[in-house]
């Protein structure tokens, strides 16, 4: 069964620094890519970027280039989403999500429960 676990959400002010953290478990995660996708209120969820199971990153939103980077342990099964120069607008629930293959595709099979991100001084 797969399960992927966000944590690391909460309140930071604008021009600040938050880390989510997945931890990923019923699957081979090595195999497969893996990212993140938010769901700002108002907005359909987009994803924001993807890392293949190579470790290459694809960045499906211009608004987090220069500002969002994120890594992977293919030992420890996880996936790491560093935010900095965090704005009010990228406030929401953030999913931790798997896609479908090794390379990224923008293609989502599974998300995690998502953790909340709130920007706001």
């Known amino acids: 069964q797969v399960q992927l676990v966000e944590s690391g959400g909460g309140l930071v002010h604008p021009g600040g620094s938050l880390t989510l953290s997945c931890e990923a478990s019923?699957?081979?995660?090595?195999?497969?890519?893996a990212g993140w996708v938010r769901q700002v209120p108002g907005k359909e969820r987009e994803g924001i970027l993807c890392?293949?199971?190579?470790?290459?990153?694809?960045y499906y939103s211009d608004s987090v280039k220069g500002r969002f980077t994120v890594s992977r342990d293919n030992y420890e099964n996880t996936v790491t989403l560093q935010m900095n120069s965090l704005k009010p607008e990228d406030s929401g629930i953030y999913y931790c999500?798997?896609?479908?293959?090794?390379?990224?595709?923008?293609?989502?099979?599974?998300w995690g429960q998502g953790t909340q991100v709130t920007v706001s001084s």
């Open positions: 019923g699957f081979t995660f090595d195999f497969f890519a």
């Open positions: 999500a798997t896609e479908p293959s090794d390379i990224c595709s923008g293609e989502n099979d599974y």
């Open positions: 890392i293949d199971s190579s470790g290459s990153v694809t």
